[in-house]
């Protein structure tokens, strides 16, 4: 069994401070990641050695890109990225964090989509919009503890 089938993915950003190699200027990126929360229950058609496999299994998040452009006008030129982790393990406080965020944003993407369908609902619809932004803030004022300290998880609307 793939051992993605352990994981449920989701997108997210996360800044990080590079260094060009050809000008060397410094300049925060927005990097793309992605998270694997490890599922609740072992999928199905496990078998014994995927099971063991699953009881070890963390929940993690990995760096989706390798390259950058430089962000210096006069640079413009694409490096590889260095000097930063590109792989961490979540812990339960994290994976918590991750898990209020992740339906929200999914939340977010039916809404975008269902715009056409606005008229039908439109009072339920502001109901759940404020409902949100209400989530939002409180997920503001307990920010998750992170690896990086300038780092904080959000996900791409
Ligand atoms: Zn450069």
């Known amino acids: 069994m793939d051992e993605r089938a352990f ?93 209020q965020t992740a339906p929200q944003a999914a939340r977010q993407q039916a809404k975008q989509q269902s715009k056409k369908k606005k008229a039908k609902a439109k009072h339920k619809k502001s109901a759940q919009a404020q409902q949100g932004q209400k989530k939002q803030q409180k997920q503001k004022r307990k920010k998750p503890k992170v690896y990086f300290p300038s780092d904080y998880i959000h996900y791409r609307p």
Request: glycine share 2%.
């Open 7 to 99: 994981y449920i993915e989701a997108p997210t950003t996360r800044t990080a401070e590079l260094s060009c190699p050809h000008c060397r200027t410094t300049a925060t990126y927005e990097l793309r990641w992605v998270v694997r929360r490890k599922k609740n229950r072992v999928p199905d058609g496990a078998d014994e050695r995927d099971r063991a496999r699953f009881a070890k299994a963390q929940s993690y998040m990995v760096l989706a890109e390798d390259k950058v452009t430089c962000s210096n006008t006069r640079c413009r030129r694409t490096f590889e990225i260095s000097g930063i982790k590109t792989m961490a393990f979540l812990n339960p406080e994290q994976e918590a964090a991750v898990a």
